[in-house]
């Protein structure tokens, strides 16, 4: 069996603007500035992170813990009421379900943030969903999509990785898999196993089969 496991923020849905908006906002509160290029450094990453950052750029002049809680606070909102499923999501996963394939979210985001963005997918549109509250280490560390591949029962070089940073795309290379990066903001460095693409209305199910020949092997017969 195989599968195609996907990335969240700024893979499938376009939550990165308002990753921006919020991070803006809290370090503003506390008298301090937060660039686009201080977003890169967070791009794809986990929590702790973003904190770790912040933390330094403002002083430290909030308990450790602060800014994690209150952009969580900002971004359940602007993920409820703002955010932007990105063209083709639907339609690929769609494709890659009919056409028999296993389909996992992963994401660096915790386990709230990402009930959230499923809101805005039909329901029990994904297979398995993974967040960082289900691993001990988040991306870049491997284990969100060994995990995956884990709980579908699949062998982690028969999947194939959608991701958008150069974290997730490093978690996904050092699984094992093969990946798919479409860059967002950032630059991809070349890999026997990374194909790189424009942006995500680029993939369909002809072209993963055409790339992943494997993938028409190992579908699962009747997708439930």
């Known amino acids: 069996m195989s599968a195609i496991l996907f990335d969240m923020d700024g893979t499938l849905v376009d939550s990165e603007p308002l990753w921006l908006e919020a991070e803006r906002e809290v370090m503003e509160s506390?008298?301090?500035?937060?660039?686009?290029?201080?977003?890169?450094?967070?791009?794809?990453?986990?929590?702790?992170?973003?904190?770790?950052?912040?933390?330094?750029?403002?002083?430290?002049?909030?308990?450790?813990?602060?800014?994690?809680?209150q952009l969580d606070i900002l971004m359940l909102e602007k993920l409820a009421t703002q955010l932007q499923v990105l063209p083709n999501a639907i339609d690929l996963i769609n494709e890659c379900r009919n056409f028999g394939l296993k389909i996992a979210l992963v994401t660096a985001s915790g386990g709230q943030l990402m009930r959230t963005v499923l809101t805005h997918f039909p329901i029990n549109f994904f297979d398995i969903t993974i967040s960082a509250d289900d691993v001990e280490k988040s991306k870049p560390d491997p284990a969100p999509y060994l995990l995956a591949a884990d709980r579908l029962s699949v062998k982690i070089q028969d999947c194939v990785v959608v991701e958008d940073s150069?974290?997730?795309?490093?978690?996904?290379?050092?699984?094992?898999?093969?990946?798919?990066?479409?860059?967002?903001?950032?630059?991809?460095?070349?890999?026997?196993?990374?194909?790189?693409?424009?942006?995500?209305?680029?993939?369909?199910?002809?072209?993963?089969?055409?790339?992943?020949?494997?993938?028409?092997?190992?579908?699962?017969?009747?997708?439930?």
Request: aromatic fraction near 8%.
């Open 30 to 69: 506390v008298g301090a500035s937060w660039s686009a290029q201080d977003q890169l450094s967070c791009l794809g990453g986990p929590r702790e992170r973003t904190e770790k950052i912040m933390q330094e750029r403002s002083n430290n002049v909030k308990p450790y813990g602060y800014f994690g809680d």
């Open 166 to 224: 150069i974290t997730g795309v490093t978690a996904g290379l050092s699984s094992g898999a093969q990946v798919i990066g479409i860059p967002h903001l950032v630059t991809l460095s070349d890999h026997k196993n990374l194909r790189i693409v424009d942006k995500l209305s680029d993939i369909s199910i002809k072209n993963l089969l055409d790339w992943y020949p494997f993938l028409n092997q190992n579908k699962v017969r009747n997708h439930g």
